[in-house]
């Protein structure tokens, strides 16, 4: 388009007659003259200035729509002020003279993968039929002040605990259950329920919630180009359809997600094993961020943002992609040796062998730890 606008410019009405008389008079004096150095001069600027209107209109709608993306939930309104109390704040480093300081407090994240069934490509990854969903993976993740060091402790979806009400869009709340099982929290009461009844369990505030569902995770893994995992034993789990030998597998999006979610074919076959599984995907997916400098190029971060926001809920404090990369580079500091893997402690519940309940007091001791 610039293009043919500079030359119909460039004949300045005259012709071919004019174009002719031109290009003598600049073999003649051995150069272009003043004047249409000038001309030309303007023209490519008048070009780049609508490049770059062009380019910033495409960026600034890229930005827009990964933000529209983000569903979120104003956990913190629902919730008010019957929640553990906040963990003190930590001041941020200086400003440099080029950037605004990134984020370095402490925080405590709720992190949950859901097997959410809607959508097609949901229930092609094993999300089943259309009626609704469940937290299929809770870890509470905390990042200690620095941003230099994490702890991820799962939950496992199998515990039983005490569910408290839960607060409704509708203005109604759910009733209060004595030894539901934790993953029905969601199912009851979504992202407000899961947060409410992992504070109840735990008595640490989470600052902040980020959900992601299969078909988030299996993108999220092939926009960082597959993992590395290696397994110590066979799998062959006809529920999660992964078949692997024991040894090291760079594994795509959709075999990871298989692997997230294998349980019956390792160890005892219960949820603990499959938590074990999931750790190590957490410190491989970490090695492979840290591997692409992804932490440090805001492009990189932006390609991977692209590939997942549709498949992300969180609370309104994460609901924009500038904060979501605020807290992705805050953590540059953070490596894959640098993070503990713990599961909640927990025994078998007297009542029913196939279910758990946390193991006090070491449990307690270990939230308290999170404060």
């Given amino acids: 388009m610039f293009l043919s606008v500079t030359g119909h410019q460039g004949s300045g009405g005259a012709g071919d007659d004019g174009e002719a008389g031109e290009a003598g008079e600049e073999a003649?004096?051995?150069?272009?003259?003043?004047?249409?150095?000038?001309?030309?001069?303007k023209l490519t600027g008048l070009t780049l200035a609508g490049l770059l209107v062009l380019g910033a209109g495409a960026a600034g709608w890229a930005y827009w729509q990964l933000n529209d993306n983000i569903t979120s939930v104003d956990i913190n309104s629902a919730l008010g002020d019957d929640r553990p109390a906040r963990a003190a704040a930590v001041p941020s480093p200086d400003a440099s003279a080029t950037a605004p300081p990134l984020p370095a407090g402490a925080l405590n994240i709720l992190v949950l993968g859901s097997d959410s069934r809607s959508g097609a490509e949901n229930q092609a990854l094993g999300g089943g039929d259309s009626g609704g969903a469940r937290s299929d993976?809770?870890?509470?993740?905390?990042?200690?002040?620095?941003?230099?060091?994490?702890?991820?402790?799962?939950?496992?979806?199998?515990?039983?605990?005490?569910?408290?009400?839960?607060?409704?869009?509708?203005?109604?709340?759910t009733r209060?259950?004595?030894?539901?099982?934790?993953?029905?929290?969601?199912e009851v009461g979504g992202p407000v329920c899961a947060v409410k009844t992992v504070e109840s369990l735990t008595d640490v505030r989470m600052d902040h919630y980020i959900e992601i569902?299969?078909?988030?995770?299996?993108?999220?893994?092939?926009?960082?180009?597959?993992?590395?995992?290696?397994?110590?034993?066979?799998i062959d789990d006809d529920r999660s359809h992964l078949t692997l030998e024991a040894g090291t597998h760079h594994?795509?999006?959709?075999?990871?997600?298989?692997?997230?979610?294998?349980?019956?074919?390792?160890?005892?076959?219960?949820?603990?094993?499959?938590?074990?599984?999931?750790?190590q995907l957490v410190k491989a997916l970490l090695e492979q961020i840290a591997d692409?400098?992804?932490?440090?190029?805001?492009?990189?971060?932006?390609?991977?943002?692209?590939?997942?926001?549709?498949?992300?809920?969180?609370?309104?404090?994460?609901?924009?992609?500038?904060?979501?990369?605020?807290?992705?580079?805050?953590?540059?500091?953070?490596?894959?040796?640098?993070?503990?893997?713990?599961?909640?402690?927990?025994?078998?519940?007297?009542?029913?062998?196939?279910?758990?309940?946390?193991?006090?007091?070491?449990?307690?001791?270990?939230?308290?730890?999170?404060?």
């Fill in 28 to 41: 003649e004096g051995g150069g272009i003259r003043p004047g249409r150095r000038a001309r030309a001069l």
């Fill in 137 to 173: 993976t809770a870890m509470v993740v905390r990042l200690d002040a620095g941003r230099t060091a994490a702890t991820v402790v799962s939950i496992p979806r199998d515990t039983l605990v005490d569910r408290p009400a839960c607060p409704l869009p509708d203005g109604g709340s």
């Fill in 176 to 186: 209060p259950v004595s030894g539901a099982m934790f993953n029905s929290a969601y």
């Fill in 213 to 234: 569902d299969f078909a988030g995770f299996a993108r999220l893994v092939d926009a960082l180009g597959g993992v590395t995992v290696t397994t110590d034993e066979d």
């Fill in 251 to 279: 594994l795509d999006g959709t075999d990871a997600l298989a692997l997230a979610r294998t349980r019956y074919d390792i160890g005892d076959g219960s949820d603990l094993g499959r938590i074990e599984l999931q750790h």
């Fill in 292 to 371: 692409q400098d992804l932490l440090t190029s805001p492009t990189e971060l932006y390609e991977v943002a692209d590939a997942v926001t549709d498949s992300l809920t969180t609370d309104t404090g994460l609901d924009s992609l500038g904060e979501l990369m605020d807290l992705g580079q805050s953590l540059r500091g953070l490596s894959s040796g640098a993070v503990t893997t713990l599961t909640m402690p927990v025994l078998p519940a007297p009542w029913d062998p196939n279910r758990v309940v946390a193991d006090e007091p070491d449990a307690g001791e270990l939230w308290a730890s999170l404060k």
